[in-house]
Every structure is written in structure tokens, then in C-alpha cells.
């Protein structure tokens, strides 16, 4: 995507701040082996790539696990999830898009909640303990049926920044998935 968040030397100096958090690391860049590396210094929770990003997927899989992140695979909303048939054992999150990626605050593509059920699926077939995540258009009015189809982590951005009490907006996120549970 043309754009960038926060890239490897602002990761860097919020790690060596001192603060306490899990940088969980989504990379949509070509080629994506040189910015697995340097993130991966960072000792983050996660690092989650495209499949499109990569001549071998399976290698830059175990790239990610050298530095001891948990491994995503990220599949936009055309991506199929055939993707997944022989990395499954190599993976610890599945994020699935609900929006094509770039930029904040677009809506909810209807479509992903079918793709999340059939990754649900998958993932319990196989006896995964992968996360489940979804990113974009993650809302108040849509994340207990993302959460019914099978989803465990969310990705809210625009939601929640973008409200003026980002703390209701969470809390009554949260409650909407225990409310699925």
C-alpha cells in the first residue's frame, strides 16, 4: 500500500522507551523479508504478512517464527483461503480483511463474515490454536456477528479513534463479544 503507519525506526524507539505494550506487526510491502527482519528485532507478539508479498511463503513463515513472533498470513477479500492448505501447521494468526486494504475508516465488506466462518472451519478441522482476526470496518453494529462467524481478535481503528469517548466505544465492543460467548 502507498502508505505507512508506523515503520521500523518508530517501533524501534517506542520498544527502547520503556513502554509495556504487544506490537503485533502487519506488513503489506514487496519484498517483505527485509522489513520481516528488521521488526522482528523488536521481539514482537506477531508478525502478519500477505501471501502476495512473498516468492516463498512457507520460508518467510519460518523467518518470522526465528525471532520468536507468532506467524500471520493476511487475506484480503479476494485472497482465497486455499492459501492456507499447506502453511496451516506454520501459522499462529489468520487475519482476514474486511476491507481492501490502504486506508482507515471504510466500511465493512458483508462478504468477509462468510470467509470468516470458512476460516473458523478450517482452523478447528485442523486442530489449530491460530487466532482468528479481522481488520476493517470493525464496529459497535457489526462485531457481534463477526465475533458469531468465528472471529477472537479485532482490529477497530477508525472506531475507536475516531470516536469522542473511545472508551465506551470499547467497552461496549467487549461486551458485545461476551455476549456471543
Given at each position: 500500500?502507498?502508505?505507512?503507519?508506523?515503520?521500523?525506526?518508530?517501533?524501534?524507539?517506542?520498544?527502547?522507551?520503556?513502554?509495556?505494550?504487544?506490537?503485533?506487526?502487519?506488513?503489506?510491502?514487496?519484498?517483505?523479508?527485509?522489513?520481516?527482519?528488521?521488526?522482528?528485532?523488536?521481539?514482537?507478539?506477531?508478525?502478519?504478512?500477505?501471501?502476495?508479498?512473498t516468492e516463498h511463503l512457507d520460508r518467510s513463515l519460518s523467518?518470522?517464527?526465528?525471532?520468536?513472533?507468532?506467524?500471520?498470513?493476511?487475506?484480503?477479500?479476494?485472497?482465497?483461503?486455499?492459501t492456507l492448505d499447506y502453511v496451516i501447521d506454520k501459522i499462529?494468526?489468520?487475519?482476514?480483511?474486511?476491507?481492501?486494504?490502504?486506508?482507515?475508516?471504510?466500511?465493512?465488506?458483508?462478504?468477509?463474515?462468510?470467509?470468516?466462518?470458512?476460516?473458523?472451519?478450517?482452523?478447528?478441522?485442523?486442530?489449530?490454536?491460530?487466532?482468528?482476526?479481522?481488520?476493517?470496518?470493525?464496529?459497535?453494529?457489526?462485531?457481534?456477528?463477526?465475533?458469531s462467524a468465528g472471529a477472537d481478535t479485532f482490529v477497530a481503528?477508525?472506531?475507536?479513534?475516531?470516536?469522542?469517548?473511545?472508551?465506551?466505544?470499547?467497552?461496549?465492543?467487549?461486551?458485545?463479544?461476551?455476549?456471543?460467548?
Amino acid at each position: 500500500v502507498p502508505n505507512l503507519t508506523i515503520g521500523p525506526c518508530v517501533a524501534e524507539s517506542l520498544v527502547s522507551s520503556g513502554l509495556k505494550f504487544n506490537l503485533d506487526v502487519h506488513l503489506m510491502v514487496k519484498p517483505v523479508d527485509s522489513l520481516i527482519e528488521q521488526f522482528g528485532r523488536l521481539s514482537p507478539s506477531f508478525i502478519s504478512i500477505h501471501p502476495e508479498s512473498t516468492e516463498h511463503l512457507d520460508r518467510s513463515l519460518s523467518l518470522i517464527k526465528s525471532f520468536g513472533a507468532g506467524a500471520g498470513i493476511v487475506l484480503n477479500p479476494s485472497t482465497s483461503l486455499s492459501t492456507l492448505d499447506y502453511v496451516i501447521d506454520k501459522i499462529d494468526m489468520v487475519l482476514i480483511m474486511s476491507v481492501n486494504p490502504g486506508f482507515g475508516g471504510q466500511s465493512f465488506i458483508p462478504a468477509a463474515l462468510q470467509k470468516i466462518e470458512k476460516a473458523r472451519s478450517l482452523l478447528d478441522k485442523n486442530n489449530s490454536n491460530a487466532r482468528l482476526q479481522v481488520d476493517g470496518g470493525v464496529k459497535i453494529d457489526n462485531i457481534s456477528s463477526i465475533a458469531s462467524a468465528g472471529a477472537d481478535t479485532f482490529v477497530a481503528g477508525s472506531a475507536i479513534f475516531g470516536a469522542e469517548n473511545y472508551k465506551s466505544v470499547i467497552s461496549t465492543m467487549r461486551q458485545q463479544i461476551e455476549n456471543n460467548n
